[in-house]
């Protein structure tokens, strides 16, 4: 977000150009803001008012709502006032904010002005003001003098020293959210059987993000997907710099063999640059970091040389630009630094941060709900009722869409009962951009959440050729996709993490992803049969090779717990005796811990 200030004395006419500022700059496409400082004597609230009793009785905020607009009041009960900058934190994101008063703060300012007022210009003192708006022609101010009345002309001025283009981006601060097409996940006619590569295929075809975008401050954007693709504001390094601490001097000014350069008075560090310029056959002391002054082109180390008393003595044979780090010898100025789709790691806040880019236009993060659905489910420690099972899907679920960069939603559980499930999802479609489901996606009586998918919005059944796992739901309700995941544990975590976790990449923003499995030899043998992918809980041993959990029943949830990752077995039949290579996938491939 940008931030441009108006000021000006009292009948300076600051409100007047804000209000047309207002006006002009989002008739231009651009979402504004405004923050008002008021005098302390102007109160929001009013006596009598139900806010104004919730207030003095001794609410921490209070917030006032209707259907025209809301307004949050924050009492400072004798804190201290709340700074501009963390007033801006919690308004929403717009490409510019607007503020009026807060003169003292250093945001860049344009200074409203009018004779009549009779006062002196804050600019002539003031270096935060940027430009005068004045009804005359005031002498000897260091900034450009623009016509008051000439709002278009100072919305100009405003827009190019915000570094905003003259036109809206392409992709607004705020972009709505797309719908993906209602048959998305349809299956051609007469498919049995569907091999999974083929059903991966296809949903990578189907997918796309549904989120919108934002632009947010680029050091709270780590796992965040890039929606835009951002351009180095300026070079790294900005300028050329020391690479050691030692000696600058201008290469060309001496000759071969033994020198001897006397010293300038003074010296260049990182952050304190040497003010002047070194004359040829002089030299600098210099430190790692520093800008290269006028006059040096080449840096002798600091052990290569013997210091005496204001000079240096060295070996020449250096070569020009020894030791010294070109401007932008690693990232130009307008460089394109990711793609869009990338999603934002560690250390690449580090080279946002480094290229000058405080912001950054990112999907806004995908909201998964996760919803348990069957009669027979409980929350652990509610019931020891034997007829019961405990709720073991939602939190995997839950911890995965977390794991994942999502933000998860607790739908909680559902019983099989279609009024109760319709509720639910109807409520859902508010709240989240995608729903996880478990249990209920088969074809039975008590299969509920395929049921009402069928019959109220959209399904297709994917029957996938694949162990552990039976059938997908694949649907959407009111537009929001449904993924409809077996509700065997084991079977719910592959589903999820070989289908849902790539699907749910595209859908917020990101890429499809494909984890890399390495190939290890087995510890184990198995007479794997003909026409599906296997998927078995493995873990590495210490000898490096690969185990499998000792039973694949689908109801063991221990063994996902003892794994560390899964084996992939392919389509095809396979004898797999100890020490056959087999694919294995960590669980780091497909989330994170
Ligand atoms: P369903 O797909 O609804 O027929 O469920 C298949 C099996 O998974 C049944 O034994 C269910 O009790 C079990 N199951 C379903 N949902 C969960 C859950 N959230 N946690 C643990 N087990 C579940
Ligand atoms: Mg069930």
Not at 236 to 262: C, E, K, M, R, W
Not at 392 to 412: E, K, S, T
Not at 434 to 444: R, V
Request: hydrophobic share 40%.
């Amino acid at each position: 977000m940008k931030v441009f200030g108006v000021v000006g004395w009292k009948n300076s006419g600051k409100t007047g150009l804000m209000e047309r500022l207002v006006a002009e700059i989002s008739g231009r496409g651009f979402t504004v803001s405004t923050v008002k400082h008021a005098h302390h004597n102007v109160d929001v609230d009013q006596p009598g008012k139900d806010s104004y009793r919730h207030r003095e009785a001794g609410a921490v905020e209070v917030v006032l709502a209707s259907r025209k607009r809301w307004a949050m009041m924050h009492e400072h009960r004798g804190a201290p006032e709340t700074e501009l900058e963390e007033l801006l934190t919690k308004m929403a994101p717009v490409n510019l904010v607007l503020v009026e008063g807060y003169k003292r703060h250093n945001h860049p300012k344009v200074e409203a002005h009018r004779t009549e007022t009779g006062k002196d210009l804050l600019a002539r003192e003031d270096r935060t003001v940027r430009a005068v708006a004045s009804n005359a022609q005031p002498d000897g101010l260091p900034v450009p003098v623009l016509n008051l009345d000439d709002t278009s002309g100072i919305a100009d001025f405003i827009l190019s020293e915000t570094g905003l283009s003259d036109t809206p981006s392409a992709t607004p601060d705020i972009a709505p959210p797309k719908r993906l097409k209602n048959d998305c996940f349809a299956l051609p006619p007469g498919v049995n059987w569907t091999p999974v590569d083929d059903a991966l295929d296809r949903l990578r075809d189907s997918l796309a993000p549904v989120v919108g975008t934002e632009v947010i401050p680029s050091h709270t954007a780590l796992g965040r997907v890039l929606a835009a693709a951002p351009e180095a504001a300026r070079a790294n390094p900005p300028a050329p710099n020391s690479a050691v601490d030692g000696y600058g001097f201008s290469h060309a000014s001496i000759g071969s063999g033994a020198q001897t350069l006397p010293l300038v008075n003074g010296r260049a560090a990182a952050g304190a640059p040497f003010k002047g310029s070194v004359p040829d056959g002089m030299a600098i002391r210099i430190l790692t970091g520093a800008v290269i002054p006028p006059g040096v082109d080449t840096v002798v180390l600091e052990e290569d040389v013997t210091l005496g008393e204001g000079h240096i003595a060295f070996d020449a044979g250096l070569k020009p630009g020894a030791n010294t780090r070109r401007a932008g010898e690693d990232v130009d100025a307008g460089t394109e630094l990711f793609e869009p789709g990338h999603r934002l790691r560690a250390p690449d806040l580090a080279l946002l941060a480094a290229t000058g880019l405080a912001e950054v236009s990112v999907y806004r993060t995908l909201r998964i709900g996760v919803l348990s659905t069957g009669d027979e489910l409980a929350a652990p420690g509610s019931t020891m009722d034997l007829g019961r099972t405990y709720d073991a899907n939602r939190p995997m679920l839950l911890a995965l869409a977390a794991g994942w960069h999502a933000q998860p939603v607790d739908l909680g559980h559902a019983p099989d009962d279609r009024d109760a499930l319709r509720k639910i999802l109807d409520r859902a479609v508010d709240e989240v951009d995608i729903i996880l489901t478990s249990g209920g996606a088969s074809a039975g009586d008590e299969d509920h959440m395929s049921a009402i998918l069928q019959d109220e919005g959209s399904l297709a059944a994917w029957r996938i050729a694949l162990k552990p796992g039976r059938p997908l739901a694949l649907g959407q309700w009111q537009n929001v996709p449904v993924f409809g995941l077996p509700g065997n544990p084991v079977a719910a975590l592959v589903c999820a993490l070989i289908f849902a976790r790539p699907a749910v990449s595209v859908l917020g923003g990101g890429r499809w992803l494909t984890p890399t499995a390495t190939t290890l030899p087995a510890a184990f043998g198995k007479a794997k049969k003909a026409g599906r992918r296997e998927f078995l809980r493995a873990r590495r041993t210490e000898t490096g090779e690969v185990d499998v959990f000792k039973s694949e029943g689908s109801g063991r949830i221990s063994g996902l717990s003892w794994a560390d990752g899964l084996v992939e077995l392919p389509d095809p039949a396979q004898d797999i005796v100890p020490g056959t290579s087999v694919n294995f996938i960590p669980y780091t491939e497909l989330f994170s811990l």
